[in-house]
């Protein structure tokens, strides 16, 4: 059971989220590369580790969240707006550690 | 691979014991004289400096991939390289469902050819595979599903799969357990594949491995790939844990690890790593006699040989690469279990688990070559990778053979997603959440 700490509802359990995929990919300009667009659509650098990932919290505050995870322990040590991104400018949230 | 050059004569290949033949008169003398004329059904080998083929992962596909370029194609210069104890991964994870019951003709046809090699698996392996056609039986719950399993069934009919309707008292007749008047769910009727059925799944890697061992292949177990060289666009062996291995061409069947091994190659793959669990009762007196998928919701079941309750649900929906799943699914499984077949309530799971699986883009496999020439993937199976192993390993072996796909899965390429050749059975595009 993966618990979510939302930045805006606090601590939830997962069956309140909705997973939206790779929040690594990202869209390429209009006038970019069929190429570009191909690995925009199907391209997925699938880790096994850390990964940058949407969720959804359709049971709470229905605001969309970037979640940074680890796949193979499940551990989540950084969720933010979508605009921000896991770096200095916008620190990690405090979140309670959980066993794997 | 008619155009790769061997660079170097293989070594002299090492001692090779053989299991001898299994038949009903090997059984009895050995039980008349202490079963001590058995022995070992493959030779653990080590691993040589070069081979023509190298398959990393020894799980269903690898297996079948060396076993049919041995046998079909004359080719024994070939390792299966596998990081733990052979068949141990999804080969041993799944529930053991063969069916060829899909949508689109491509599929149809792919899967068909899979069950005509289900079919003679056991003799063409001499090895008990226990396959067991029993049936898969689909449900439907509303007139619209009815509309869409009657024109599935006519489509498998056109491609000459067999395919029946049944009326709701012929599904009673069949599984008496089913609820048919649930109140929210009520069953209206059923798609049955009198030809699906279940197979001994271990048996399967076991089978496969004796063929190619005794063929002439090397099976290397504890033999983890942690790189892949390659020189001027094309690959030239495998950096292992028991060192560097040469090979003309390098084979993939690693599904659920496909991206971590693709990457090792410098390529990104249309691929997302989920977890799909599964469960098993204790052993009951025969019960279900069929394979039962439940419409209004995303269940199958069938009772093993042992008498365990097999069955399983959807992915939990998130990249993973736990081999263990978590408890909403679980609860989402057990619901569909107890709406579909009320006497379930009562009984004792005995074991849950998880597998994690290559996710594609489309939700159909991969057998191709890459970018990166002499490097051929065998991936992107889903939850449907187990039914596939025969064809997977024909068709893998026939790439690797001949430079060119088998024309029953040439529509599985990677380029078809740049090309915008999706084979997207269930029409839900490159979401593998939804899939």
Redesign the interface.
Known sequence: ??RIPCPWCGTR???EFH????ASVSRPAAEGT??EF??Y????????GW?L?WWLHVGGCRRLLKVERH????EIRWVGAPDQHPSAESPPQPVPQRA? | MPSTPRSSAPASPPERTSSGRYSLWRLLREGLTGQRGWSPAWTKAAPRARYRVVVVGGGGHGLATAYYLATVHGITDVAVLERGPLGLGNVARNTTIIRSNYFLPDNVRFYEFSLKLWEGLERTLNFNAMVSQRGTLNLFHTEAQRDLFTRRANLMRLEGVDAEALSCEAVKELVPLVDLDNGRYPVLGGFLQPRGGTVRHDAVAWGYARGASEAGVDIVEHCAVTGIRHAGGRVTGVETARGFIGADVVCLAVAGYSSELARLAGLELPIETHVLQAFVTEGLKPVLDVVLTYGAGHFYISQSDKGGLVFGGAIDGYNTYGQRGTLPMVEEVAAAAVTLLPALARVKVLRQWGGVMDMSMDGSPIISKTPLEGLILNGGWCYGGFKAIPAGGFTTAHLIAHGTPHPVAAHFDLGRFAAGRTVDERGVGPYPYLH
């Open positions: 059971m993966l359990d997962e069956v997973y939206r995929g790779d069929p190429e191909t690995r659509v199907y391209g997925r650098e699938n880790p096994l990964h990932e796949t193979l322990s499940h794997p």
